[in-house]
């Protein structure tokens, strides 16, 4: 395989292997995969019919690799067309295309181009207007749609279809976009020379035409007066499209204020800056105020191709559309395309709302999957094994949730951090579900001595021994219990001396809330040992030079030099969330959260 010969000479093909190399070690670099489709399109000095297979096999396998990490790229969706097309002819690139519109079915540009295609390609008008009618419907709402019309109202030109053209004006002039007014010029001229029953519909007409002959009672009537009435009746039609007109301009002005806005109406990988997803979020907020169903999901669709890596819209989308009637089926779709498409996993949020949902829907074995997804890439994600773990305890009881945890605690690839919270975890639904106090104990005191590193561990484990139901006769027996935990943690835990002193406040407010009339006395000498100087501090919590002597440059850190590094330190400092537990509002102005993997 080293010697493997990607299409032109040695070096092009070596270029090729490196650059190969370099997007496989890092999936979402885009420039890398920019630097691969550019050097694999230039093999042989530019790909034709002649090509080797070798050189033809390479830039199909770079173009496929590259849009399927990213698919909304539409310009480079039409550069594989038009490469497929000088390679392999028609067909070829129209499958292209295909897959294109597909991946980013709001792009206008892409519609359009598809459709240029085919006018030049095909000889039969009415697969043509097929095609139209598909672009028509995926993009014919946007706001800067005039290039896609204007192509279809070419095609139609050039096959002087009078009638169809009308037909098509008569859709355009009612949608608000950006060049509304040059289609109702063309749209009244063309109106002026129509039949009456095309131009507006039969009741509106019949109604024009009693009010007409109403009016003109006292005329003789005869073909003059015919004509006369047909003159009274195209002015009201024409005062009818005028109120169209008006209603449309009114639209359009409306929607102006956030049109200009925005910048970056395509996808791309950098990110967006404030005031874009500042705007984002108010159109949307406005075209969901308007309640019109069709246009608020193309509007959705348009700013999920430019913000494609912000889980808050993917978010906002699936709790708009699951407020909709009779909309399972769209939000699952939202779900998918979200999960196995465009945010991060390493955000994996919307994954978990996604298993919920199936979960909800009676599809407990697709929620079951998607966490084993998440794990299969993320080995040990605390919340995503949380979220298993519980998931298995509603369908089938508390035994199969705790055997998640052990499967996770045992291990090797999950870290010592995470076995620390499923720990936790353990004996905590040991204690709140199945209501055993002792053997929730158990759990905790057996696994101390493994994660003397992990805050998390000990901040939840005197949580657990002082919110337990105690009472005058077993004050002294609950105490005991609660010095012990505060003791091993401050003596025999490898924390940071600040999140000693940070956890023992849990202590010290239990001695001044519940302690007996001695526990000031024990409260005064916890303060004294974490809080006082260096030199009243006990032994376990100085650090020592070489020479013996306590060095406070040695706590500079917060922690005793040489007991754990810092980056272990960190680890155990880490405070575990669900992530419905973050911002509840965007900020008008704030950055969305990009990441990738």
């Excluded at 032109?8 to 270029?15: H, I, Q, V, W, Y």
């Excluded at 070829?92 to 359009?112: C, H, N, P, Q, Y």
């Excluded at 966490?371 to 773990?389: D, N, R, T, Y």
């Amino acid at each position: 395989m080293s010697d493997f010969n990607y299409g032109g000479t040695d070096e092009e093909s070596a270029e090729i292997k490196k650059l190969k190399a370099e997007v496989l070690e890092d999936s979402d670099n885009f420039e890398n995969w920019e630097k691969l489709v550019r050097a694999a399109e230039t093999l042989e000095g530019g790909l034709n019919r002649n090509s080797s297979p070798q050189a033809i096999a390479t830039t199909r396998d770079a173009y496929d690799r590259f849009l399927a990490q990213f698919p909304l790229l539409f310009g480079y969706w039409k550069k594989y067309a038009d490469l497929e097309f000088s390679i392999a002819g028609t067909e070829a690139a129209e499958m292209v295309f295909e897959r294109g519109v597909a991946s980013i079915t709001t792009s206008v540009d892409l519609w359009t181009d598809y459709c240029s295609f085919k006018v030049e390609t095909s000889h039969d008008p009415d697969v043509i207007r097929e095609l139209f009618e598909r672009g028509a419907t995926s993009v014919g709402l946007d706001f800067l749609a005039h290039p896609f019309w204007d192509k279809y109202l070419e095609f139609e030109d050039r096959l002087e279809s009078h009638d169809r053209i009308f037909a098509i004006l008569s859709r355009v002039v009612k949608i608000p976009m950006h060049q509304y007014a040059r289609y109702f010029e063309r749209f009244r001229q063309l109106a002026h020379a129509r039949p009456l029953a095309e131009l507006v519909p039969e009741e509106t007409l019949a109604q024009f035409r009693t009010e007409v002959e109403a009016e003109s009672a006292g005329y003789q009537m005869g073909a003059k007066a015919e004509l006369e009435i047909e003159r009274e009746v195209r002015t009201k039609i024409d005062n009818f499209h005028l109120e169209t007109f008006t209603r449309t301009q009114t639209e359009t002005t409306k929607r102006w204020t956030y049109e200009s806005e925005i910048k970056r109406p395509y996808f791309h990988v950098t990110e967006l800056d404030h005031p874009q997803l500042a705007n984002w979020r108010k159109y949307l907020d406005f075209e969901e105020a308007e309640g019109d169903y069709t246009r608020a999901v193309f509007l959705y669709e348009r700013c999920l191709v430019t913000c494609a890596f912000y889980d808050e819209f993917w978010f906002r989308y699936v709790r708009w559309m699951s407020g909709q009637e009779g909309k399972q089926e769209e939000v699952r779709n939202i779900y998918q395309r979200a999960s196995c498409f465009y945010v991060p996993i390493c955000r994996p949020g919307i994954r978990m709302q996604w298993a919920y949902f199936e979960e909800m829907s009676g599809r407990a074995d697709v929620a079951r999957g998607i966490h084993q997804a998440i794990l299969s890439v993320m080995p040990g994600h605390v919340e995503a094994v949380i979220s298993w773990a519980n998931l298995e305890r509603r369908q089938n009881g508390l035994e199969a949730a705790i055997e998640v945890y052990k499967s996770q605690i045992d291990d090797p690839a999950v870290d010592l951090f995470a076995k620390a919270a499923f720990v936790v975890e353990w004996a905590i639904l040991l204690w709140k579900i199945q209501g055993s106090v002792s053997e929730a104990r158990q759990v905790f005191q057996k696994n101390q001595q493994w994660y003397l590193q992990s805050r998390h561990f000990w901040v939840k484990y005197l949580e657990f021994e002082i919110a337990q139901p105690t009472s005058t006769d077993k004050e002294a027996e609950h105490y005991k219990r609660i010095k012990q935990v505060h003791d091993d943690m401050i003596k025999k835990s490898r924390m940071s001396l600040s999140t000693k002193k940070e956890l023992s406040s849990y202590f010290l407010t239990y001695l001044q809330q519940r302690g007996t009339k001695d526990a000031m006395k024990e409260f005064l000498q916890v303060d004294r040992e974490l809080n006082g100087p260096v030199s009243v501090q006990p032994e376990h919590l100085k650090a020592h030079t070489p020479s013996g002597r306590a060095s406070s440059k040695a706590l500079e850190n917060g922690h005793a030099a040489g007991e754990v590094d810092e980056a272990t330190l960190r680890k155990g400092e880490v405070k575990y969330s669900n992530y419905y537990e973050g911002p509840r509002d965007a900020i008008p102005n704030a950055q969305g959260l990009v990441a990738f993997m």
